[in-house]
């Protein structure tokens, strides 16, 4: 027996219409440039937060390598470490939002047809990885997550160059079950 369902996830008909001739809608593309503006604000608080902690440390090693606390070679290595994770991050939220510009400024989306399960959750401190068939993406909104019923197929929406789902809608039959 199958029925068809009407789950739709984040989004309104008149989005649902835009997405699916692959297009953002205004409501969407208004929503990602909040959600740009709000991740720029985070960006500047944690380039700051990092030089603080950088300039720390950097000063707490200086002292412990002066007093002979600490060995010079191990005094480097720390340094390095801590400015490399300091790059690390920076550079990878700064990728991250200039891939979500990138997509703003495209206002085009993908289809992609799958089925999730919600024990393929993995957070990231940007985002939620979002297993969907072999390939991963992710949810700017952790509400989103707990909407997808584990086995459904989903008719997905998704930013291209950030590969952010931004709505969803549910094509399969209910209760439907992986084959094994």
Same mark, same amino acid.
């Given at each position: ?48 937060? #990092? @030089?603080?902690? $950088?300039? &720390? *440390?950097? /000063?707490? !090693? +200086? ?7 600490? #060995? @010079?070679?191990? $005094?480097? &290595? *720390?340094? /390095?470490? !801590? +400015? ?97």
């Amino acid at each position: 027996m199958r029925r068809v369902s009407a789950q739709v996830i984040a989004a309104s008909p008149n989005d649902l219409k835009n997405n699916r001739l692959g297009l953002m809608s205004q409501a969407q593309a208004a929503t990602l440039g909040e959600q740009i503006d709000h991740f720029e604000a985070r960006m500047s608080q944690l380039t700051r937060r #990092a @030089l603080k902690l $950088a300039t &720390a *440390i950097t /000063v707490i !090693v +200086v002292i412990l390598t002066f007093v002979r606390a600490l #060995a @010079l070679p191990m $005094a480097l &290595a *720390i340094e /390095v470490a !801590v +400015v490399g994770v300091m790059l690390y991050l920076t550079t990878d939220y700064n990728r991250f939002v200039q891939q979500l510009t990138l997509d703003r400024e495209a206002e085009a989306v993908r289809i992609v047809k799958g089925r999730t399960s919600r024990y393929t959750l993995r957070t990231h401190p940007l985002y939620l990885s979002l297993r969907i068939e072999l390939q991963t993406y992710k949810l700017l909104d952790g509400a989103l997550a707990r909407q997808f019923i584990t086995g459904e197929l989903y008719q997905y929406y998704v930013l291209p160059q950030s590969g952010v789902v931004i709505a969803a809608e549910s094509i399969g039959e209910k209760n439907s079950g992986y084959l094994l």
